[in-house]
């Protein structure tokens, strides 16, 4: 692979699943053309397939930006787009913004359709503008997330929620199946995320050296439930407290692993990553 265009990621979920450096943040781009042809991150975090909560572009601008270095800027040649790959990440970041803004429970199906037609335009176009391998992440299970399972006290998922994920999942691999079905190539690929943490919660993360005692409990958490991982008081006083191992934990805080815990779940995905090299 010449280098990886990430299209939308979020925190340490990046070109590392495929085996190379994160590379360059798109607003860095201006350093040189040269660092650009290793690869180009126009993620940001927070956002999503639409208008998130925060104000940095959605994947359509990523993209339009992406379509810019090709178009206007001439970065990549043809050949170059061949030999490379695009990893496009969808983190949840709509649907807590549906949450949010108050999105009723009836609602629910026709959003999550609406999202994963609109990723599925998304990852035609990276396709059309000459990329040959385009990777998708599968949503992970969002009800196992710790800031779902407090109310649990940590020790179960939030089933409604995990089922409202399996079906954004299974439109997904019913849109990826079709669009390697139309372009006749096998050019489109599924990381399935929501195998890989349920595999590590179940096990426990039992894979050599690691080993989490409850994959759902948080290293970092607030003091109270009015605070959270970071929070501080009036008087700049640590309103939150931190595990002694966080090694041993697969959750940093209410929603992120650690790098311990995304090592475990990188573990479950190499025969996945290895048809990156093999079709």
Sequence with gaps: MAYSIVCLSRDKLSA???????????????????????GVNFAHGG???FK?????????????????LIKNDSVFTPKDLHFSVALVTVSGNDYATYVATNGSVQGWQPFITSVVNQLTVNLKRIYDLGVNKIVVIALEPLGCLPRSTAEFSFQKCNGTANALVGFHNLLLQQAVAKLNNETNSSSFLILDLYTSFTSVFKNKGDLGSIKFENPLRPCCVGVSSGYYC?????????KYTICQNPESTFFWDDSHP???GWR???STLRSTLEELYTN
């Design 16 to 38: 590392k699943f495929i085996g190379v450096k994160s590379p360059l943040p798109y607003r860095f781009r201006k350093i040189g053309v040269q660092h650009l042809k290793h």
């Design 47 to 49: 956002t999503g397939v």
């Design 52 to 68: 998130t909560l925060v104000l940095d572009p959605n994947m359509t601008t990523q993209i339009d930006f992406f379509q810019n």
């Design 230 to 238: 970071g929070s501080l008081d009036a008087n700049g006083a640590k």
């Design 258 to 260: 650690t790098q311990q």
């Design 264 to 266: 475990a779940v990188y």
